[in-house]
């Protein structure tokens, strides 16, 4: 799918990932419809996203709240007719130590990453149904492939989400409707600015959003990026376990224990 002239949802577009994501589709002749619970900084965006050529529908709303989500969907689909496209861009990785970490401190982290998603997911599915098809991507994480020290709710979350994503393509191939996963490594958002852990091969919102952007245009199902931080997942999910562990505190902070 080209990402010109089409109609396409992007959450947690008031900053990082998203509002990169939605900038540099603006000039694209794109209808976009852009969500998040700010929309102080959400109506920036869309001032931007305007001066750039594009057609914006700014919506705040809370992805915690599942009839808020749908509503979003369903005033989309009236504004523009359809939705070609949808980019669920929503999640939080607060640092929890698992020898501290609360019942309620997993399953906060779990719906900041799962159900904020499912929300989203579930009316964008039964809309595609109905208009032949479309393109679901998601903003997912390398560290939802492996467990990484201080992560483990946050990548326990993301690895749910891969499956679920993986489910929906076999489920809804007949359908017409695609499924991408992005697996970005660390990024330089406001969001991970100090938390202590180490960032190894970082890269900015920028970057990440062009690498987003190209795997939804080439519909590729799962794209891990930057190539460095995607080699060394890949060679820790094929060494042993007990090495891959230890291996693994490189990513833990200094404090870590």
């Known amino acids: 799918m080209q990402l010109h002239d089409r109609t396409i949802l992007i959450t947690g577009a008031s900053s990082g990932i998203g509002r990169c994501v939605a900038e540099r589709l603006a000039g694209e002749r794109n209808r976009l419809i852009?969500?998040?619970?700010?929309?102080?900084?959400?109506?920036?965006?869309?001032?931007?996203?305007?001066?750039?050529?594009?057609?914006?529908?700014?919506?705040?709303?809370?992805?915690?709240?599942?009839s808020a989500a749908a509503a979003v969907v369903a005033r989309a689909a009236e504004h523009f007719g359809r939705i070609d496209a949808a980019l669920l861009n929503i999640g939080e990785g607060p640092a929890y130590h698992m020898g501290k970490a609360s019942a309620a401190d997993i399953r906060r982290c779990?719906?900041?990453n799962y159900d904020v998603t499912v929300n989203y997911l579930a009316p964008l599915i039964a809309h595609m149904k109905e208009h032949g098809g479309g393109l679901i991507a998601h903003t997912n994480s390398l560290a939802g492939l492996l467990g990484v020290p201080m992560q483990g709710p946050y990548s326990a979350a993301k690895a749910a989400v891969h499956v679920l994503f993986d489910t929906c393509r076999t489920e809804l191939r007949r359908e017409r409707i695609r499924f991408v996963c992005t697996?970005?490594?660390?990024?330089?958002?406001e969001r991970v600015a100090g938390d202590g852990i180490p960032a190894p091969f970082e890269i900015s919102p920028e970057r990440c959003a062009a690498y987003?952007?190209?795997a939804m245009e080439r519909e590729t199902r799962d794209a891990p990026f930057p190539w460095r931080t995607a080699w060394l997942t890949r060679?820790?999910?094929?060494?042993?376990?007990?090495?891959?562990?230890?291996?693994?505190?490189?990513?833990?902070?200094a404090d870590y224990g």
């Open 235 to 253: 060679l820790l999910r094929l060494l042993p376990k007990p090495l891959a562990g230890r291996a693994m505190l490189g990513f833990a902070p």
């Open 212 to 214: 987003i952007i190209r």
């Open 183 to 189: 697996y970005p490594g660390f990024i330089a958002t």
């Open 110 to 112: 779990m719906r900041l």
């Open 34 to 66: 852009i969500s998040a619970r700010r929309d102080r900084e959400l109506q920036a965006v869309a001032r931007q996203v305007r001066e750039r050529g594009g057609q914006c529908l700014a919506l705040a709303a809370d992805a915690l709240d599942e």
